[in-house]
Structures are given as structure tokens and as C-alpha cells.
């Protein structure tokens, strides 16, 4: 029988796969998110002023109640395949009703 084996990364030496445990990886330093760049606002209190630090823009976000377009998924809804079946059924009933109605049935 075969037996699957992973060289592990530090010793090099080979283990079983069952046995095998990955080890976390290490920070060697901190993760420094830069700055924004800056840019010039085409709405709002302060239109046509540059904006150049991310606490700017989030004074000028909430002060005109603004949100960033792809970064908020919030709003974003998974359609539920079965509130559509039952509203596609119920408007062929609506149509065949209408259709009967009409045609004095």
C-alpha cells in the first residue's frame, strides 16, 4: 500500500502525510498599510478639494453621508432560488387568472 508523504520545510526531512502539521507562518515585521493617495472630490460640503489621509476622507464620508461604491457588500443579497419559484408561480396564476377573466371563463 502506498503511503502519502510532505517534505517539511524546515528540516527537509519527509513525513507522513497523516502526521503532518503545518506550521503558522511568522511575521518577520508588522503589516504598514500606506496612506491614500491623494484625489479631488467631485461632490459634497468640499467639492473640488483635495482629500490626502484615509481620516479625511472618512470625516468627508460621514459628514456627507457617502459610502465607497465596492466596499461595503452590505447591500449586496443573494437571491433565494425559492422566493423565486414561488414568485414566477405566482405570477403565472396572476396570468392565467387575468386570461380567464378576459376571456370570460
Known sequence: MRKKWIQDPKTHKLVP???????????????????????TTVCGDIAGQEISSRSQLREFEKRNNLIQVGNDKSYVERPDPKKQEREHRESIKRDLLRARRDLNV
Open 17 to 39: 502525510a497523516s502526521q503532518y502539521c503545518r506550521r503558522p507562518r511568522e511575521r518577520k515585521t508588522a503589516h504598514i498599510m500606506p496612506d491614500i493617495k491623494p484625489f
